[in-house]
């Protein structure tokens, strides 16, 4: 049977507010345990929630920046639980009457396709801490740094039909986040999880099948492995006439395969209920259009912008633009060189490998934007083959010169001087007489590639430095005297 | 010195007849000499109370002294003060001591106020006697077998021993007014949002609400102006413009309209109760004011509504007591799920289990509807009915308990008993109105309480009827004890 994949994505986005959702304590990462939990973070007694004005206006701008409806008056509720990571006994969060409602995301896939993916809502909610495991010798350390960070969760519908689809998407939700500032989306310190509802259905079907949950995948790589991995168990269980449990799961990175964490019977009863310490948060349209006026240049924007402003393909426009960063690494290189189809190709070929290989985000690249485009000039006026190029390219990896002076040092100049030119052809059809004669022999269909030959060898001799364009055409006319 | 009145004593410290030091080692002195007998105070604080007395002598003889400068007060221990043990009478909070001050306490200090101590109470208000205190049952100065209500009893009852000329205090259900009434003293709940909650323990958040505890309408107005005002720190706080709640006592009552529920003249009040009340509105007709009969139709509905928001919010706002982070924690716990079962099953008393337990089953799934959101309803309805009531008159007037004083350990067996205790004055709390008990009359030589509820944010005109009432009669100064 052919089985179709259906996902449905929770996407935890922490907010870059200074201070915590309820509290003023800071919140920033990596401080030593406890050093950022005021008595409102540790559930003291007597303390109260105040909410944090900031993280209402990054969750509004979120769900402008989806189209989403905004939730004009929006409920923080009680969810009850008992964690010794969870101070209050509660989450404070929303159900029923969330700030950002349904709405609609674009999705660009690797084949330049693209999907409609919609938005069941988002809320906003406050983290719970962190619980210590390591160095406490059969005790638990608790960390309340994170207590009261604020979040909203995002949650799609259940719209996408491959694990691809749901990176697309993930990837998607990040891009918007950082476009719009409102948080770093650095899913290594946990500022974005994801949590992924997968089921299978025979293809055809529109019902439902009984789904599980993966929880907490911290990056767009897992995602799309842990998805694949209970896919296949899935369909190997159904395939086998069993049946999917219902049932939260943990995506084990080392054995690629999920494991149940807990089955859904057992669940918490969370007792939700209106939180009677804040008030509903009423929001006027004002409020909501002031806000909509100052959203930057979103990705899909960007991409139909560059497309008609850089002549790029659509391809190549969603790909620069789905981080800000490099779009605006891009915009700034494509200035500077005035070259955009030359900067689109570098940023997305070298400079994208460069970036892969070492690890790192194009804003921590060792070549800067003004120096590819030192780069590119040299490309465009002739002055770098190709070849050349990509040796200047990797000198810059190691240095902060500009293409000129790496040219200069190097003494890579390209020789486009065609008396120069013409004694390197010389001296190879000179001492080739065989392969001279042979090509006099050829076919007329067979001759172009047989230039080759000689081409290499004068590249070979002249450093990769010979203008290509040049020898080429020199070649071909002093070959062709020989006829 | 100790029968004075906090309006007698402002003029006494400013003519010089005493110091703010001698009137306050003469309490201390008495509290140390006769509180055994009545169990007032969980904690008395000489030390810092004589420090804060020197402190206000010295502004007193420098002139420009803050209105509550060197008035000796006392605070229910379910209110935070920075320093000083606030265990809100419970084991789980035996060894907590608060790094802070609640928003009431800072305004008081403030006000030059001396702190003498923590007044006992039910075990985290939750009570209509005082006996569910873990320091040990209240008892009643008019009469020590009998309790002196709840959950205030500890604040009523240092008042009415002339302990302290006046307290603060927290009315949830009735807790203020309540064991006013039958300790012959004046007590007042302010409309919801009027004082600030920041650093008063939780018990049921949207029904809480901290007023004044003293022996006259004048004094409780001297005390309600240091307290009330808008609180940043606490969300539900009312942004109002600040009344001087003493500056209209005077005013002429001619004309007042005053209703009179029939529904609180009904079966189950004491007849010889209902004969003081009805002595205190001829009282009023003679002061000029007309009384009209009203109806407050969902009235029988306000004790089970109660009975489930309360216990709700509690059970959320308690979870907190985990024996994880501060408070008490069972001896060695064998897992996290024992840590929790024991510490709470140890550290609560009866009370508070009952009233959590009642709690989580009114949020449960399955439940929810049938009671938390049937009790919101019933909660909306009783609003309405003081709605339509106060358009047609300006106050209400009624008995603010069924009955006087009861014996210790009468109702202890029999919680549905002791909630009726509070029959005539939870409605008040769900509307979020502000509620006032003043003394008037003797049963058996144990005090009754007339009970006057305002419209929302009328607590000035409250105490003006009060006053003008207190003027014309004397039953406020009538004594529990021999002078």
């Known amino acids: ?483 | 010195m100790h029968q004075l009145t906090i309006a007698e004593i402002i003029l006494g410290l400013r003519r010089k007849v005493f110091s703010s030091t001698e009137l306050t080692r003469h309490l201390l002195d008495r509290i140390q000499q006769l509180d055994s007998g009545f169990n007032s105070f969980i904690t008395v604080t000489e030390e810092r109370a004589l420090t804060q007395a020197k402190a206000a002598d010295q502004r007193l003889a420098g002139g420009e002294a803050p209105a509550l400068c060197g008035i000796p007060i006392a605070h229910k221990d379910i209110i935070c003060t920075s320093g000083v043990r606030t265990s809100c009478a419970s084991k789980m909070l035996d060894n907590f001591v608060p790094p802070y001050d609640a928003t009431i306490v800072e305004k008081l200090n403030a006000a030059g106020a001396v702190t003498l101590g923590k007044t006992n109470m039910d075990e985290f208000a939750m009570g209509s006697s005082s006996e569910s205190s873990y320091y040990g049952p209240v008892k009643n100065p008019w009469n020590t077998s009998c309790v002196p209500g709840g959950s205030s009893g500890g604040s009523a009852a240092a008042v009415a021993a002339l302990l302290v000329p006046g307290s603060t205090a927290t009315d949830t259900g009735g807790s203020i007014r309540q064991p006013a009434a039958l300790t012959n003293t004046t007590g007042l709940k302010p409309t919801y949002g009027r004082v600030s909650r920041w650093g008063i323990v939780a018990y049921a958040s949207s029904l809480d609400q901290a007023g004044p505890i003293a022996r006259t309408a004048e004094d409780a107005a001297y005390l309600l102006s240091a307290m009330a005002g808008y609180d940043p720190r606490d969300s539900t706080s009312l942004n109002r413009p600040q009344s001087d709640f003493g500056k209209g006592l005077n005013n002429a009552l001619t004309g007042l309209k005053i209703g009179i529920p029939t529904e609180y003249f009904g079966e189950g009040l004491n007849p010889r109760t209902a004969a003081c009340i009805q002595e205190a509105l001829r009282e009023y007709e003679r002061l000029g004011a007309q009384l009209l009969d009203i109806s407050l139709p969902h009235s029988k509905l306000a004790i089970p509504a109660y009975y489930v928001i309360a216990p709700a919010e509690a059970s959320a706002n308690l979870s907190r007591f985990d024996g994880v982070r501060y408070g008490y924690r069972c001896q060695t716990p064998e897992d996290l799920r024992d840590l929790y079962r024991r510490s709470r099953g140890e550290g609560f008393g009866e009370e508070v289990q009952r009233r959590i337990l009642v709690g989580t089953y009114a949020l449960s799934a399955g439940y929810y509807d049938a009671y938390y959101n049937k009790a919101q309803q019933v909660r909306r309805l009783i609003k309405q009915d003081f709605a339509s009531a106060f358009e047609q008159v300006d106050v209400i007037m009624g008995p603010t308990t069924p009955a006087p004083a009861f014996k210790l350990g009468a109702k202890s067996a029999d919680p549905v008993a002791m909630y009726l205790e509070d029959i005539y004055t939870i409605a008040t709390n769900l509307a979020g109105l502000p509620g006032m008990s003043i003394p008037c009359g003797l049963v058996d030589n144990l005090p009754v309480g007339l009970q006057i509820i305002g419209n929302y944010l009328d607590e000035a005109r409250m105490l003006n009827i009060a006053h003008r009432y207190q003027q014309a009669t004397n039953w406020h100064t009538a004594s529990a004890i021999a002078v």
């Open chain 1, 1 to 483: 049977m052919e089985w179709e994949i259906v996902i449905g994505l929770e996407v935890h986005v922490q907010l870059s507010t200074k201070s915590k959702l309820f509290s003023g304590a800071s919140t920033r990462f990596g401080s030593e345990p406890n050093t950022q939990a005021c008595a409102v973070d540790l559930a003291m007694p007597g303390t109260l929630p105040v909410p944090n004005e900031e993280a209402f206006r990054y969750a509004v701008m979120f769900g402008l920046a989806m189209q989403a409806r905004i939730g004009k008056r929006s409920v923080f509720e009680r969810k009850n639980y008992f964690y010794p990571d969870l101070p209050k006994g509660y989450q404070t969060t929303q159900l029923n009457q969330p700030i950002v409602g349904a709405g609609e995301v674009e999705i660009y896939l690797a084949d330049g396709g693209n999907k409609t993916v919609r938005l069941h809502h988002a809320h906003l909610e406050e983290d719970a801490g962190k619980s210590l495991h390591e160095d406490f010798h059969g005790m638990t350390g608790i960390d309340l740094n994170r207590a009261g960070t604020p979040l909203i969760e995002i949650v799609s519908e259940p719209d996408m039909r491959s694990a691809t689809e749901a990176v697309a998407f993930l990837k998607k939700i990040h891009s918007v986040v950082t476009y719009l500032g409102i948080s770093d989306g650095d899913m290594s310190q946990g500022s974005m999880r994801c949590d992924a509802n997968v089921s299978l259905r025979p293809k055809g079907e529109t019902e439902l099948g009984t789904r599980t949950e993966l929880k907490n995948i911290n990056s767009f790589r897992f995602v799309e492995r842990a998805i694949r991995a209970e896919a296949e168990r899935q369909i190997d269980i159904l395939e086998d006439g069993g049946n999917i449990v219902q049932e939260t799961r943990l995506y084990d990175v080392d054995k690629d395969e999920t494991r149940s964490l807990r089955s859904k019977e057992v669940a918490n009863d969370y007792r939700y209920f209106p939180c009677p310490d804040l008030l509903p948060v009423i929001l006027s349209d004002d409020y909501i259009e002031q806000l909509r006026v100052q959203l930057p240049e979103l990705p899909d924007a960007k991409a139909a912008r560059f497309q008609s402003e850089y002549s790029l393909s659509t391809y190549d426009a969603n790909l620069l633009t789905q981080e800000r960063a490099t779009a605006d690494y891009f915009e700034t290189v494509s200035r500077a060189c005035n070259a955009p189809k030359l900067a689109a190709n570098w940023i997305t070929g070298e400079i994208s490998a460069l970036l892969k290989r070492q690890e790192i985000t194009i804003s921590q690249s060792p070549v800067s934007p003004q120096q590819l485009a030192s780069l590119i000039v040299r490309i465009k006026d002739n002055t770098l083959s190709s070849k050349i190029a990509k040796r200047v390219f990797e000198a810059m990896t190691k240095s902060a010169d500009m293409a000129d002076e790496i040219i200069q040092k190097h003494g890579y100049t390209q020789v486009s001087d065609s008396r120069a030119l013409e004694k390197m052809v010389d001296e190879v059809i000179a001492t080739n007489s065989t392969q001279v004669e042979n090509y006099r022999k050829a076919d007329e269909a067979k001759r172009p590639k047989m230039m080759g030959y000689f081409v290499g060898r004068i590249m070979k001799a002249s450093s990769g430095q010979a203008n290509p364009q040049m020898l080429n055409k020199i070649l071909k006319e002093k070959l062709d005297a020989l006829l």
